[in-house]
C-alpha cells in the first residue's frame, strides 16, 4: 500500500465511502436499494477498507449491484457469481468477498453452483435479494416463486413447487445461514455483519421486494417476523425449524463450525526452472 | 531418417503397455528419437490394449505408416488394432503358439511369422511375467542392451525392490533365449547417446508450458483426453506456490479463472470438447471484461460426446467462431508435442499481455502421445500485464481508451483504484453504458489491442520455398513436415510448408509474405467439413489453385499417405 494512499483514506469509514456515485437502474421502491444501504453500513461497521473488499454478481436487477458500490466489483454473466468469487477469494485469501444477486441468477440458472459453493465452504458471504421473480427479464417466476403465481409465461403458474434455499444450503453444508427482510435496516445489517466476521460459506436470504412486479410483496413488512427461537449450531433443528416455518421467520438460523475450504499455498516454493526435470530420461 | 516400429499387444492385464513404455525409455537411453501411442479396447479397465512405438534417429512428430515387428501375447480381441497396426511383407509377427492362431485379419498382408511360447516361458520363471517375457524377445530382435533395460526396471521398480527386479531380469534373459534364432530389426541408433533426452506427453508439455508462462491459478472439471494437463499441473501448482480447485463443471471451472485472474493471479482452465462447448459464453466475458485467462481444448471426435479417445481439428470453429458478438481473442495451436511447451508459453504470455482470453487448441494425439525429445528450449515469455500502480490523482479508467488499445489494470487490494470488472458494455470507467459511441469505442479498443500487437515470427513455422505450399495446423504438421523431409532426401525439394500456429488474430500481411510466389496450395487437416480451409478462405487470400486432403479422426494422417498425395499433386 502507498503512503499517499494510507494518507488520503479518511480515519473512520462511513457507509458513502463504500458508495460510488452511480445512480441504480432500480425502480423507485425496490427493496434492493435497502440492501445497498445495509451492505454498506455493514462494511463500514467492520471498517474494511473498500480496496479490500471485492463484490461479485451475477446478472439480474440485484446483480446491478458491484457497480453501485465503490468497492472492487466483479459483474460477469447470468448464474456464475459464485464461481468467480470462489476463485477470486482462493487465488486472494487476502479479500474480503461478497457474493450478490438474486434468486434466478442464484437458484436457478445458477443452482448448481450454489450447491457446490455450500458444500465447499470457502470463506465466502452470499447475499440473495430473493423477490420470488425475475425482475430484470420482466417479471416471470423464479424458483422461489409460488406455484400458482399467475404470469404471461405461464398462466396459472408454474405448478411447480418452490425452492427453499435455507434448508438446502444447510442440507448443502453451508457454514451460516440466516433470512433477512430489506426493510428491516437494523437487523439486516447485523446480520451482514456477523455474515461477513463467520469464517467459511455463509448464506443470507434477503428478502427484498419487487415491487414493479411483485407489488404484493410490499405486504411482507406485515409478515416478517425475528425468529421466535435463538440460533442454534444443530443443522437438523435448524433444517426443521425452517422447514416448518412460513418463510417470514428472520434471524440467524444456523452458525456452524465447519473448518472452511483448506486453501494450501505452500510459503516457500521452488523456481519454475525446477519444474520439469522429471522428464529427463 | 532410420526408423523402427514396435507394437506390443495383448488382453487386459497381460501388461502390453508396460511393455511398450519400458522400450521406450531404454531405447531413449540409447539416444533414440520417439513416439509411442496406445489403443485400448472401450473398457474402462483391463480391455485389450495395443502399445506402438517408434523409435528414430532423428525427432519425429508423426506414427508410423508400419510396423517392423508386432508381438502378441494373445490374440484376444486383437484384430481391432487391425487398422491401426499395418503390416506388410517386411513386417514380424511373434506371437505365442498356445494362444491359438493369427487372426486372418493381420495375415491378410502376409507378414513374416515367429512363434514363442511367451506364456509357458512365463512360468517357468519365478513371478514371471509374459510381458517382461516379451520384452526380452523384442530387446533381442532389435539389439537392446541389458544395460538400458535394466536402468530403467531400475527406474521403474524403484520402490518395490531387488526381488522384482530379479524376477522381471530372468524373464527378460528368458525371453532374449527364445528369440534367438529370430533374424534381428535393429535400433535405428548405434548406441552412441548424445545429448541427454526427455520423454514427454503432450499434456505434460502443455502443462510445462503454462508453468513456465507462469500460471498461478488452475480450476478443473476433468474430462477425456485433458485430464492429464489437470493432474500434472495440480503436482507443479502446489510445487510453485499455485493452487488448483476442483470445479462442479466448466461453466465453474472458467468463472474460477476469471475471478482469480481479476485477483491478479495468471489463470488457466484445461477440458475438451464438450466442455469448450459449456465455456463459450464466459469467454465472451473475459473479452468484454479485459481479464486474461488460458483454456486449453485438447480436441477429440465431435459433436456432443462424439469420440472421446480420439484426435481430430474439429473445434477450430467453436475456438474462433463460437463467442457471440464481435469477440476478438486468441487462438493458437501448437503443432507438435515439443511444441506444446512453447506454444501453451507463448498463450500465457499473450493473454496476460493483451488482457483477453486465449484458446490453445491441442488435440488428443498431441496431448496423450508419449515423446522422446531433445529438452525443449526455455523461451523468455513470462505472462506480465500492465498493471495499474495508482490513479494519478484522476478518477481511474478500468477501461481507459489507449493507442495500444491495453489499458492498465488495478489489481483488488490497490487503493483508489476501485472499479467494476464488467461484461455488459462500458465507458472507459467500467460504468455500464449502452450508448453508440462508448460500444464503437470499446469495441474499436479490444479489436486494437490485437491487430496492433506485433505477434513476430512464431505466428507459423515456414519452411522451404518454391511455387507449391502445403498449409496446414496443429498435429497434423508431424505428418506432413515427415513427408517433406521424404520427398527432399529423394531431391524433390521445391514444396512450401506453412503451419500456422497463430490462428486468431489473423495476420494477413504475414500469410501473403509466406505465399509470396506460391502458385499452388495444399491444404491437409483432419476435420470432416473441412473447417480450416473455410476458415482460409474467409481470411486469407489464397491461390485459385487449390487442393485439399481431409478427413475426420479417428484415423490420423501418416506420412507415407501424405506422401503419395503430395506427389500425386504436385507430380515431384
Ligand atoms: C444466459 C442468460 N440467460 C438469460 C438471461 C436473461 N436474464 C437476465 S436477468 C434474468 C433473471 C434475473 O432474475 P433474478 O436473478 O431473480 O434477479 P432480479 O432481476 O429479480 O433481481 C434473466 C433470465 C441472461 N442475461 N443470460
Ligand atoms: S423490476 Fe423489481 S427487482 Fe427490478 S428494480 Fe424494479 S422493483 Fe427492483
New binding site residues.
Given amino acids: 500500500m502507498s503512503q499517499t494512499a494510507e494518507a488520503a483514506a479518511p480515519v473512520t469509514l462511513t457507509p458513502n465511502d463504500y458508495k460510488s456515485n452511480i445512480k441504480p437502474i432500480w425502480c423507485p421502491g425496490c427493496g434492493d436499494y435497502s440492501v445497498l444501504l445495509e451492505i454498506t453500513k455493514a462494511l463500514a461497521a467492520l471498517a474494511l477498507r473498500p480496496e479490500n473488499v471485492a463484490i461479485v454478481s451475477g446478472?439480474?436487477?440485484?446483480?446491478r449491484f458491484p457497480a453501485y458500490s465503490n468497492c472492487y466489483g466483479f459483474h460477469g454473466?447470468?448464474g456464475r457469481a459464485l464461481p468467480v468469487a470462489t476463485g477470486l477469494k482462493i487465488a486472494r485469501p487476502d479479500l474480503t468477498v461478497l457474493c450478490t444477486?438474486?434468486?434466478?441468477?442464484g437458484f436457478s440458472?445458477g443452482g448448481n453452483h450454489f450447491l457446490h459453493a455450500c458444500r465447499r465452504n470457502v470463506d465466502l458471504t452470499y447475499i440473495v435479494?430473493d423477490?420470488q421473480?425475475?425482475?430484470?427479464?420482466k417479471g416471470q417466476a423464479?424458483p422461489t416463486t409460488d406455484p400458482d403465481w399467475d404470469h404471461v409465461l405461464m398462466p396459472g403458474g408454474t405448478g411447480t413447487r418452490a425452492f427453499q434455499p435455507l434448508v438446502i444450503a444447510l442440507a448443502s453444508g453451508a457454514n451460516f445461514v440466516a433470512r433477512a427482510f430489506s426493510g428491516d435496516p437494523a437487523m439486516t445489517t447485523d446480520i451482514i455483519i456477523e455474515a461477513i466476521r463467520h469464517p467459511g460459506f455463509s448464506f443470507v436470504q434477503i428478502l427484498s421486494p419487487?415491487v414493479t412486479f411483485r407489488p404484493d410483496q410490499r405486504e411482507w413488512r406485515n409478515f416478517v417476523r425475528q425468529a421466535p427461537v435463538p440460533e442454534t449450531n444443530d443443522p437438523s433443528r435448524a433444517a426443521r425449524r425452517i422447514m416448518s416455518d412460513d418463510g417470514f421467520n428472520l434471524g440467524i438460523l444456523y452458525r456452524g463450525d465447519r473448518p472452511p475450504y483448506r486453501i494450501s499455498r505452500k510459503a516457500e516454493f521452488e523456481e519454475v526452472t525446477a519444474i520439469g526435470k522429471e522428464f529427463l530420461v | 531418417m532410420k526408423t523402427l516400429s514396435i507394437a506390443v499387444v495383448g488382453s487386459g492385464g497381460a501388461g502390453a503397455l508396460t511393455t511398450g513404455n519400458l522400450l521406450l525409455e531404454a531405447a531413449a537411453r540409447l539416444g533414440c528419437y520417439g513416439i509411442q501411442t496406445r489403443s485400448v479396447g472401450p473398457q474402462i479397465r483391463g480391455g485389450e490394449a495395443a502399445a506402438m512405438v517408434r523409435l528414430s534417429d532423428e525427432p519425429i512428430d508423426c506414427i508410423s505408416d508400419r510396423f517392423d515387428i508386432m508381438l502378441a501375447m494373445d490374440w484376444n480381441n486383437v484384430h481391432r488394432f487391425a487398422p491401426e497396426i499395418l503390416l506388410d511383407e517386411n513386417s514380424l509377427i511373434i506371437g505365442d503358439p498356445a494362444e491359438g492362431e493369427v487372426p486372418p485379419a493381420l495375415t491378410r498382408s502376409n507378414p513374416q511369422r515367429r512363434e514363442v511360447a511367451i506364456g509357458a516361458l512365463a512360468k517357468q520363471v519365478r513371478k514371471g511375467r509374459a510381458n517382461m517375457i516379451a520384452l526380452g524377445v523384442i530387446a533381442e530382435v532389435i539389439g537392446l542392451p541389458d544395460a538400458a533395460v535394466i536402468a530403467v526396471l531400475e527406474k521403474q521398480l524403484g520402490k518395490k525392490g531387488e526381488e522384482a527386479l530379479l524376477s522381471s531380469l530372468d524373464a527378460i534373459t528368458a525371453g532374449r533365449a527364445a528369440a534367438a534364432g529370430i533374424e534381428p530389426r535393429r535400433l535405428p541408433v548405434n548406441g552412441s547417446a548424445g545429448t541427454a533426452k526427455w520423454i514427454i506427453t503432450g499434456n505434460h508439455a502443455a502443462g510445462l508450458g503454462a508453468i513456465r508462462g507462469g500460471i498461478k491459478f488452475v480450476a478443473a472439471y476433468p474430462i477425456t483426453p485433458a485430464t492429464e494437463v489437470l493432474e500434472w499441473i495440480s503436482k507443479a501448482l502446489s510445487r510453485t506456490g499455485g493452487t488448483l480447485v476442483q470445479a462442479e463443471d466448466e461453466l465453474a471451472s472458467i468463472n474460477m479463472i476469471l475471478g482469480a485472474s481479476f485477483g491478479g493471479q495468471p489463470s488457466l482452465t484445461a477440458t475438451s470438447g464438450p466442455g469448450l462447448s459449456l465455456m463459450v459464453?464466459s469467454l465472451g466475458l473475459a473479452v468484454s471484461a479485459e481479464v486474461p485467462i488460458v483454456v486449453i481444448d485438447v480436441m477429440r471426435g465431435g459433436p456432443s460426446t462424439g469420440i472421446p479417445t480420439i484426435a481430430e481439428q474439429s473445434d477450430l470453429n467453436i475456438a474462433v467462431y463460437g463467442l457471440h458478438g464481435d469477440a476478438p481473442h486468441l487462438v493458437l495451436a501448437p503443432n507438435s508435442v515439443t511444441d506444446c511447451v512453447a506454444t501453451t508459453q507463448w498463450s500465457v504470455f499473450l493473454a496476460e499481455a493483451l488482457q483477453t482470453p486465449a484458446v490453445v487448441l491441442s488435440d488428443q494425439y498431441l496431448g496423450q502421445a508419449r515423446c522422446i525429445i531433445d529438452a525443449p528450449q526455455t523461451l523468455p515469455l513470462r505472462g506480465e500485464r500492465l498493471l495499474a500502480t495508482d490513479a494519478g490523482g484522476e478518477r481511474y479508467q478500468r477501461y481507459a481508451v489507449t493507442e495500444s488499445g491495453v489499458s492498465p489494470m488495478a489489481i483488488p487490494g490497490l487503493p483508489g483504484c476501485q472499479h467494476t470488472a464488467d461484461g455488459l458494455e462500458h465507458n472507459p470507467i467500467g460504468t455500464p453504458s449502452s450508448t453508440a459511441a462508448d460500444h464503437q469505442t470499446q469495441l474499436d479498443k479490444r479489436q486494437r489491442k490485437l491487430t496492433q500487437f506485433d505477434f513476430g515470427d512464431r505466428w507459423a513455422d515456414i519452411e522451404g520455398d518454391g511455387e507449391l505450399a502445403i498449409i496446414t495446423w496443429g498435429s497434423v504438421t508431424g505428418a506432413v513436415r515427415e513427408a517433406l523431409g521424404r520427398l527432399r532426401a529423394e531431391g524433390g525439394g521445391g514444396i512450401r510448408l506453412v503451419s500456422i500456429r497463430l490462428l486468431t488474430p489473423v495476420q494477413p500481411e504475414r500469410f501473403a509474405g509466406a505465399l509470396a510466389g506460391v502458385k499452388r496450395v495444399l491444404l491437409i487437416e483432419q476435420s470432416h467439413s473441412a473447417q480450416f480451409r473455410h476458415f482460409l478462405a474467409a481470411h486469407y487470400r489464397l491461390p485459385e489453385d487449390i487442393e485439399i486432403l481431409n478427413r475426420a479422426g479417428p484415423l490420423l494422417f501418416r506420412a507415407g499417405e501424405v506422401y503419395d498425395r503430395i506427389k500425386s499433386w504436385s507430380g515431384v
Fill in positions: 446478472i439480474g436487477c440485484s446483480s454473466v447470468h444477486g438474486g434468486d434466478g441468477d440458472i435479494m423477490n421473480v425475475y425482475g430484470m427479464t423464479s419487487c | 459464453e
